[in-house]
């Protein structure tokens, strides 16, 4: 944290050289193999290829196959089946696999409440508004079943019913995804939980509170039903007061959340390694174990180990580092990965221009206003930094420059940079694939109708 401002450190990027040199061979063909799915409009069920098939295809060893496999999978954008008439079979991306992407890569980062009730803020005043324009009477009557049920039980539901249904009549692939991913960690949240727990009768005023906003969105009153909820989410962080720190971390173990998020394959390993990940978060340079102890540790082989590190890799919170004191290491995390799941899983469900859009719009205006209430003399050189690269640049301001999976133009730079200007972890991971979506090579691609 920066002591001056009181800001949060923006996410650190590496260089584009550093990024080169730490992309892996599977990474690389894992994207390849989605991209000529995602291009080719590959059916659900059919088989893209087996194994042998796809060593051929892309020129490229079994253990190189296998891994590039085990990130396709994550992605849920195809799944390897065993046996006769098996390989590698198309799928859909799954919601929860990508909201379980964000909320590790954001609980790694350490992302404060305030940034996450921020962000909500955010979203759920894109959602009224979007709500409010979409309303019919299903929505209508959606609004008023939600409210009984959390009347009837006397205190917020578990699965925060307003909130969802309110994302459904907004019918925004963009704001569901982001949406349900702070909700998750607003609810797993250590201070929200020890708040629930010490302010059992404010929490049961909640349906109340979740009454006046449903029947400001009812009437058709947006400003009342931002306003309302912009009291809603405040009164949230206010009552968890949170200390300076967070609570220390103890022996026993964590508090259950009211809501859990799961990738959506069976692994033990990697769900395992990832506890052990999340116990570590903010402490980049923690050594994990090498490899052998790591094998002995989850039970698992050198090869099945190797296949759930490329996912940390991916995500950009761990890697396995070569040599005599090599080993799994937590890092200083990389929003990149999680940003290529988002943008993969807005592309093939074709989220809509306008959606994409209004949601980038919403949070470059957050970006923007944090920007100048905290402006100090190091934030204007990195804009102007910014600016320098872009006047050299000249014509080529506009043109795609290779970035992966999704290409940004140089002029994107400049929107990345406020970003993480703003402090705000969670709108730094947010921003990027709407970026890419609507500024990038794919453009014209994207957004020709709801699936």
């Known amino acids: 944290m920066d002591e001056s401002t009181g800001q949060t450190a923006p996410i650190r990027r590496a260089r584009p050289a550093a990024v080169r ?13 989605e991209r000529d799915i995602l291009d080719g409009g590959w059916a659900v069920g059919a088989v893209f290829g087996g194994e042998a098939e796809l060593m051929e295809r892309y020129q490229t060893s079994r253990s190189v196959i296998r891994e590039a496999i085990r990130l396709v999978e994550y992605h849920q954008i195809a799944v390897p089946r065993r046996g006769r008439g098996g390989g590698l079979i198309v799928s859909a991306p799954v919601e929860k696999s990508v909201v379980e992407a964000i909320v590790l890569f954001l609980e790694v980062v350490g992302v404060s409440l305030k940034e996450i009730t921020d962000a909500r803020l955010v979203l759920e005043r894109l959602a009224i508004r979007q709500a409010v324009d979409r309303l019919d009477e299903t929505g209508i009557a959606q609004l008023r079943a939600s409210t009984r049920a959390e009347a009837t039980a006397g205190i917020c539901g578990a699965d925060q019913q307003l909130h969802q249904v309110i994302v459904e009549i907004a019918n925004n692939a963009v704001v569901r995804i982001y949406l349900d991913s702070l909700v998750a960690l607003t609810r797993r949240h250590p201070w929200v939980v020890q708040s629930v727990r010490r302010d059992r009768a404010g929490a049961a005023k909640l349906p109340k509170v979740h009454q006046a906003i449903a029947d400001a969105i009812i009437s058709g009153d947006v400003g009342l039903a931002q306003q ?9 962080t206010k009552a968890v007061e949170s200390p300076a720190t967070p609570p220390a971390k103890t022996a026993g173990p964590r508090p259950t959340p009211a809501l859990v998020v799961r990738p959506q394959f069976d692994d033990p390993a990697l769900s395992a390694i990832l506890a052990d990940v999340r116990a570590h978060a903010g402490e980049p340079g923690v050594h994990l174990g090498s490899e052998p102890e790591l094998m002995e540790r989850y039970g698992v082989s050198r090869a099945k180990l190797r296949e759930s590190v490329r996912i940390l890799e991916h995500l950009g919170v761990a890697e396995m580092r070569r040599g005599t004191s090599g080993g799994l290491v937590i890092t200083e995390p990389e929003p990149d990965g999680v940003a290529t799941t988002v943008a993969m899983y807005l592309e093939y469900y074709k989220a809509s221009a306008t959606d994409l859009q209004e949601a980038r719009v919403a949070l470059e205006l957050y970006t923007v206003g944090e920007v100048v209430e905290h402006l ?6 990195r804009l102007l930094e910014v600016q320098r690269i872009e006047r050299r640049a000249g014509d080529d301001l506009v043109t ?3 970035d992966g999976t999704y290409a940004l133009s140089l002029a994107s730079r400049f929107h990345l940079r406020l970003a993480d200007l703003s402090g705000n972890r969670a709108v730094q991971v947010f921003a ?7 500024s990038g090579r794919r453009r014209a691609e994207i957004g020709r109708a709801h699936v």
Request: proline share 3%; no cysteine; glycine share 2%.
């Open 21 to 33: 040199q730490r992309a892996k061979l599977a990474e690389t063909v894992a994207r390849a193999i």
């Open 432 to 438: 990027r694939p709407l970026i890419a979506l609507t």
């Open 376 to 381: 100090d003399d190091q934030s204007v050189e």
């Open 400 to 402: 795609a420059v290779d």
């Open 228 to 236: 309302r909820m912009t009291e809603h989410l405040g009164a949230i």
